[in-house]
C-alpha cells in the first residue's frame, strides 16, 4: 500500500463526516494535513504502512504540541478510521497515533 492510498481514505472519510480538510505546506517537517471538525483542529501526517514520522517531523510536532495541538500520524487505513472515529465522536485522539517526542 502507497501512502497516498491511506490519504484517500483520509480525504474520504473527512469528506462523509463534514470535517474540513486542508493541506499543510510552508514548513519542512509539518504534518501533511490539517483536519478541523466540531471546534477541535488535529494535525496528521501521512505514511506508508510501516513508516514513522521522521526526526524532523517529530521536532515540529512537539513545537505544535507545545502550543496546545494535536499531532497524530496514520500508516494504515484502521489508524486513518480510528482518528476520524476519535474526531467526529468527541473522544481523545488514539493515544498509540500521536507523533512521539523527538
Known sequence: MKESSVEDR???LCKQHNIFITK???LNGIPDRLLL???R???VELKK???RPTALQRAVAK???DHGGVTL????Y????QIISALVTDADPPRDRYIPNP
Open 10 to 12: 483520509l480525504f474520504n
Open 24 to 26: 499543510q505546506t510552508g
Open 37 to 39: 471538525y466540531g471546534g
Open 41 to 43: 483542529s488535529w494535525y
Open 49 to 51: 504502512p510501516g513508516e
Open 63 to 65: 513545537k505544535i504540541r
Open 73 to 76: 500520524w496514520a500508516d494504515s
Open 78 to 81: 484502521e489508524t486513518v478510521d
